[in-house]
């Protein structure tokens, strides 16, 4: 433990990212006693660079001191990122030790909806009121360029905060020191509601390559704003949370998420998927007696199931990317499906083909390969149905498509796939049966 505290002590002030990454390799009972080893300054700004699920699995154990103490001094956009992850019942423990202001903060930007531009945003956006000096408005730009980051744009409201324009730092630095800001602000800005979902909000961000996109609520007045990095890491994190929710994993778990978490977060979903490998099996054992007259059957179970199943994969992958990045509407259902159905038929036609003359090779029986090929081109055209229909029939009724598609696409494709493959196996028996 004192070499970990070491580690990050002796990078936080030189390199304060690789002090971040050094804390987040460890596991969050060694890195809470790393934090607590720390001033509360410190501490704070080394978590500001950790995750925000990994900065929440060390706020578990440090609540409710020093995890308050913390949270107010952490940027509120940061604070509220990590907040979002804790449970319930950490949050109802902090929320009592927070100073009313930070309350009042993190319930506004909590009352986002997840993936909104509300819940996106940044609110440390500079603006000025439209009366504002340029002499003014560039002396203060400097001191805030000094200590924090520059920002994108500035902007222009009125007196009631409404969004009016955004300044350009030619436009700024060509204008005479007397003149107001409104006589040399950009009219033509686009802005956001706080509601609208990422997914618009990508749609939007590229009818022009803005570095950041303001958000307004129902008045126009500004809020904050998006910038394009914070778009693109949620979409990635996004991204990486479907690819474990696509197999039964929880969107919360980490690589080294206590052991108990883990366990809890995965075994729903095993026991469901469990029971989906009994409906498999049970297809199966309706042609037992079959396949004990022609044992081989069983030798092609696997080659049916497994391109059934990768085919799936691929539709279910595409259609579900084009939904992240709203690429798939709803509306677009039936043609996708039947985009996705061809796919599969002109596929399952190439493959089983060619599955058709090995079997025929390697066993000797034309009948086995057209047994076995028709079942591939009924399989593959099925996993391309349920790599769409699973995706788009979740987001329909208000699941997330991610959230173990995976599973239910295996269960079609081998279910379907084992009963094509033993039912024509069933119809052609006679010239299947040893000679």
Do not use: C
């Not at 961000?205 to 394009?228: C, E, F, H, M, N």
């Not at 190439?350 to 076995?372: C, S």
């Amino acid at each position: 433990m004192d070499a970990a505290l070491a580690v990050v002590a002796r990078f936080i002030d030189t390199d304060p990212q690789q002090a971040a990454l050094a804390l987040e390799a460890l596991t969050p009972e060694d890195a809470a006693a790393v934090v607590r080893g720390l001033s509360p300054e410190t501490a704070a700004r080394l978590l500001s660079r950790v995750h925000p699920q990994s900065e929440a699995a060390i706020y578990e154990l440090l609540v409710p001191e020093p995890a308050a103490t913390l949270l107010g001094l952490a940027d509120a956009d940061d604070a509220a990122d990590a907040f979002r992850a804790l449970r319930d019942d950490s949050r109802r423990a902090l929320l009592a030790s927070l100073t009313p202001e930070r309350r009042r903060e993190l319930e506004e930007r909590l009352s986002y909806l997840d993936h909104s531009a509300g819940q996106i945003m940044r609110t440390d956006v500079v603006s000025f009121f439209k009366d504002a000096r340029v002499r003014d408005v560039v002396t203060r730009l400097k001191s805030i360029t000094a200590s924090k980051h520059p920002q994108s744009y500035t902007y222009v409201v009125d007196d009631h905060r409404r969004l009016l324009g955004v300044l350009n730092m030619r436009d700024l630095l060509l204008a005479e020191d007397d003149a107001r800001v409104e006589t040399i602000m950009r009219t033509d800005v686009i802005s956001v509601p706080a509601h609208i979902d990422r997914e618009e909000l990508i749609a939007e961000s590229k009818v022009k390559s803005y570095l950041s996109i303001p958000v307004v609520d129902a008045q126009g007045r500004l809020l904050g704003a998006v910038r394009t990095s914070d778009l693109i890491e949620s979409t990635q994190e996004e991204a990486t949370e479907d690819l474990q929710r696509l197999f039964g994993a929880s969107a919360e778990e980490r690589a080294f998420s206590p052991l108990i978490f883990k366990v809890r977060q995965r075994l729903p979903w095993l026991t469901v998927n469990l029971g989906t490998a009994f409906l498999a099996s049970a297809v199966v054992a309706m042609f037992q007696d079959l396949i004990g007259k022609i044992a081989v059957l069983a030798v092609f179970l696997p080659i049916v199931a497994g391109q059934g199943g990768n085919a799936g994969v691929q539709s279910l992958s595409v259609v579900l990317r084009g939904l992240v990045i709203g690429e798939v509407r709803l509306r677009d259902a039936m043609r996708l499906t039947s985009l996705e159905v061809g796919v599969g038929l002109i596929n399952g036609l190439v493959i089983g083909g060619v599955t058709a003359l090995g079997a025929w090779y390697w066993n000797g029986n034309p009948w086995m390969g057209l047994v076995i090929g028709l079942a591939m081109v009924v399989n593959m055209i099925a996993a391309g149905l349920a790599g769409a229909v699973i995706p788009l029939g979740m987001k329909r009724i208000g699941f997330d498509p991610a959230q173990s598609s995976g599973i239910f696409l295996t269960t079609v494709t081998d279910v379907i796939g084992f009963f094509a493959f033993l039912g024509f196996a069933t119809i052609f028996q006679a010239h299947l049966l040893p000679k």
